[in-house]
């Protein structure tokens, strides 16, 4: 059984950081692309950022030098570091995992979600 389960988030004040983590069981970690999603009030659901299996990361522009997603294969584990917070970054975050051997890679392994919410 595939589990991914996050920890970290809660309220935070605008400028501040907080750090995500994801703690995968029942999958081959290490060929997997990890990435974090988040789901803010009203919006789409957007990549936020992704650690591929072959070690290249990706952001979305609205993120990118304020997180860092980093991973340890020992661990089973991915994280998001997330700092100068904004209000706009509120939002429920998952995280997600895609196998990058299969023939078709989506998204296929999620976890339940973890609130961060960023007063001004």
């Known amino acids: 059984q595939v589990q991914l389960l996050e920890s970290g988030g809660g309220l935070v004040q605008a400028g501040g950081s907080t750090r995500l983590s994801c703690v995968a069981s029942g999958i081959t970690f290490a060929i997997y692309t990890m990435g974090w999603f988040r789901r803010a009030p009203g919006k789409q659901r957007e990549l936020v950022a992704s650690?591929?299996?072959?070690?290249?990361?990706k952001y979305v522009k609205s993120v990118k030098g304020r997180f860092t997603i980093s991973r340890d294969n020992t661990k089973k584990a991915v994280y998001l570091q997330m700092n100068d917070l904004t209000p706009e970054d509120t939002a429920v975050y998952y995280c997600?995992?895609?196998?990058?051997?299969?023939?078709?890679?989506?998204?296929?392994?999620w976890g339940q979600g973890t609130q961060v919410t960023v007063s001004s």
């Open positions: 650690f591929s299996s072959d070690g290249s990361t």
């Open positions: 997600a995992a895609m196998n990058d051997l299969a023939l078709y890679s989506d998204y296929g392994y």
